[in-house]
Nanobody, 125 residues
């Protein structure tokens, strides 16, 4: 059974950092493109970052450029999202998602085949 599991969320002060992990099981991560999504309270899920199979293509939402870094370790079957200089508006649930097809619409949830359950990030003083 193909599964993704996010971890690393928590409570952090503005300006702080967190590193989220997305652990894959039941499938060969190497073949899959991975997206990270953010869902703020009461809002729709939106794309934060994307890394292609092999890591050759990386994308970020404008709101996180220069603050977040996505990376992958296929040997460990984990995709990371390093989040620095966090802001209160970064609060929400973060999800990772996987898909075999590389499309131009990486930021659309409908692009992805399956999802993790999410990890909560709260940025507050």
């Amino acid at each position: 059974q193909s599964q993704l599991e996010e971890s690393g969320g928590g409570l952090v002060q503005p300006g702080g950092s967190l590193r989220l992990s997305c652990a894959a099981s039941g499938f060969i991560l190497d073949y899959y493109h991975i997206g990270w999504f953010h869902q703020a309270p009461g809002k729709e899920r939106e794309g934060v970052s994307f890394i292609s199979s092999g890591g050759g293509t990386i994308e970020y939402a404008d709101s996180v450029k220069g603050r977040f870094t996505i990376s992958r370790d296929d040997a460990k079957k984990i995709v990371y999202l390093q989040m620095n200089n966090l802001r209160p508006e970064d609060t929400g649930v973060y999800y990772c998602a996987a898909d075999l097809e590389l499309g131009s619409t990486w930021y659309l949830p409908s692009q992805y085949e399956f999802w993790g359950r999410g990890t909560q990030v709260t940025v507050s003083s």
